[in-house]
T-cell receptor, first 113, second 110 residues
């Protein structure tokens, strides 16, 4: 079992570019969650998805951020027109069903220069 | 929202020592997990423990849901135990969000 796979591990973008972060959940897990860890802060919930559906996006910034979990392929967190304040570690987690623990990936560290 | 407080914020131990980390939460929960974030930033799931006691090697955890706290015990600490330990909780209901505490920074000295 390969666990939750995130790529890339590190991503550098210039201000104004787009960032795409990928997450493949554990085998058999149909629920995916994205969290963000800003420097010197704890992890904060962003979005909860199931296949082809966004269940809860209450933690997502209103602009520039979007997420999807298509029928085939990984979940994608997309940040358009990145700014320096987007620099953070972005973690993806998955679970097999609702009332079950989460397994986190190793994260993607985004640096905006 | 639910509040999660962890103590102590920082802990320095000599290798071989034992320690107890505490997590208090402000409301009833249906999920509580302990994570270890190692110095490389990886977030490792230690325990899924909404109630009761579990053990895994040198680590064990106890959650007393009725009193809204959880404890993580580390025995015979090793330098590889260094990092930040996070407690995270999830309230019942339709929301599916973990609320993280601010963590305990553990440093184990050789």
């Amino acid at each position: 079992n390969a666990g939750v796979m995130q790529n890339p591990r590190h991503l550098v973008r210039r201000r104004g570019q787009e960032a795409r972060l990928r997450c493949s959940p554990m085998k058999g897990h149909s629920h995916v969650y994205w969290y963000r860890q800003l420097p010197e802060e704890g992890l904060k919930f962003m979005v909860y998805l199931q296949k082809e559906n966004i269940i809860d996006e209450s933690g997502m910034p209103k602009e520039r951020f979007s997420a999807e979990f298509p029928k085939e392929g990984p979940s994608i967190l997309r940040i358009q027109q990145v700014v320096r304040g987007d620099s953070a570690a972005y973690f993806c987690a998955s679970s097999p069903k609702r009332d079950f623990g989460y397994t986190f990936g190793s994260g993607t560290r985004l640096t905006v220069v | 929202g639910i509040q999660v407080e962890q103590s102590p914020p920082d802990l320095i131990l000599q290798e071989g020592a034992n320690s107890t980390l505490r997590c208090n939460f402000s409301d009833s929960v249906n999920n509580l997990q302990w994570f270890h974030q190692n110095p490389w930033g990886q977030l490792i799931n230690l325990f899924y423990i909404p109630s009761g006691t579990k053990q895994n090697g040198r680590l064990s955890a106890t959650t007393v849901a009725t009193e809204r706290y959880s404890l993580l015990y580390i025995s015979s600490s090793q330098t590889t135990d260094s990092g930040v330990y996070f407690c995270a909780v999830e309230r019942g209901g339709s929301a599916r969000q973990l609320t993280f505490g601010s963590g305990t920074q553990l440093t184990v000295l050789p």
